[in-house]
């Protein structure tokens, strides 16, 4: 019998140690396929190059028995390359990350590891994202090691459910502080930007973008309340935006 | 009283044809304000720029009482800036579009226009996306003018429900062949890829990404349906993505 084929990518590029470890983790489950960016992609969304050119390379970051692309595009790009251009069957898993940060409540929204592991689950690709809550280039990742292992074992066995995607949030702790697994729902919470306005030397003003995370959400059952009590966060996600809840309320306008 | 502050912005650029049409649709609807990329930005998804530095223009794009800034990021930066750095209220809807082109069913993850509302609607503000089911630049927006201007109307009548936005599609008809307006959920379906596979002059291989349409939902209360059959369809859409009828399944997994 064929071994699991999966599919590895993120957005902070390949070569960022997060997908590194993420390889070192995933290599006894089956064939590794990575596709990732050739630079980094954070807060890409769910963005697609629909006007531009892209390119694919193949080469080898580190030892080990995986095949590596680089790609020019986003995420999603990685993903939509690899299914049509790489692969020569559907993989049975795919995994993106580990990115350097989180991706916790209404992070997912602006995240390009969320996007590529949505666009393989709008594919009907079983589809995970793992996120640090570190962003630190050197950040560590060895404890999430464990966890990781297993929340992949058991999609393999159990099955994700069609249209769901996982979003796996990793607190920045030790591995004697974790405290275990919890299933969640997105927490929510927005950004208060802060624009930092600048002069350019020819005297015209621009700005970077700056901000803090705002919680605005007392639930016990949210991804931001599982991680602030050391517990790895799981989130079911989903591609279907459309608000059920709302669609009665609109049926009373009159249209 | 003060009159409505109107939000305008869009993901095909402050000249597109279509957000011209929809400025001259709102104005007497309250005071109007447009933020818009500089450029086109269709394909961006929620993109936002984290690492590079963001300009602001105000320009004078058409006659009007409307003040008009153009950006240069995405359609999501778009909706930030104008809400920390230009506007001195809190809009009372923002409404991005016209679209050239469908945002319906999937299209949805893929659009810059609706994460521009999206972004407004994290942000507290009742938002819509307005697209018209054809990329032409010269595309017909008179049939949908009526229909613009009655959703427009009932939303700042009613209200929009808190944390929902309004996805609405046009379809190319002309208006004696536009049967009315339907409440709708997302339709599932799917972009078929394929890539056009070329090689540059010095010899390397590159892709443009081509693809075709896939429908996967024969229901009857679809946002592709209500198109199909000439109707504008409005999607009540969520920025809530868990999959709540997930967890109970992922609960019973070993973690």
Known sequence: MAKPLILVTNDDGITAPGLRHLIRYLKDFGDIVVVAPDSPQSGKGHAITVDDTLFLNQMSVDEGAQKEYSCSGTPADCVKLAMRELLDRKPDLCVSGINHGSNASINVIYSGTMSAAIEAG????????????????GADFKPAEAAIKRIVAESLEKGIPNGVILNVNIPNVSETELKGIKVCRQARANWREKFDKRQSPSGKDYYWLTGEFELLDNGEDT?????????????????????????????????
Do not use: M, R
């Not at 709008?122 to 962003?135: M, R, T």
């Not at 599982?226 to 009159?254: C, G, M, R």
């Open 223 to 255: 991804d931001e309340w599982a991680l602030a009590k050391n517990y790895i966060s799981v989130v079911p996600t989903q591609f279907d935006l459309t608000a059920y809840h709302a669609v009665q309320q609109l049926n009373e306008w009159e249209l």
């Open 122 to 137: 709008i594919e009907g690709i079983p589809a995970i994202g793992f996120s640090l809550c570190d962003h630190a280039w």
